[in-house]
């Protein structure tokens, strides 16, 4: 994913809607880790 996100930030290349689409598909996993962590984070860091 950081290979897409560099893409986009600091504007590398031009993105078009299939790279877009495929650096999502290869890297979806990465969005429920990243949910998970959160997740975690909170539920043990609760008040």
Not at 32 to 40: D, Q, S, V
């Amino acid at each position: 994913m950081k290979g897409g996100c560099n893409l986009v930030v600091h504007r590398y290349g031009r993105m078009n809607d299939e790279i877009a689409f495929a650096i999502l598909q290869e890297n979806l996993g990465d969005f429920a880790l990243f949910k998970e962590a959160i997740e975690a984070y909170l539920n043990t860091n609760k008040k």
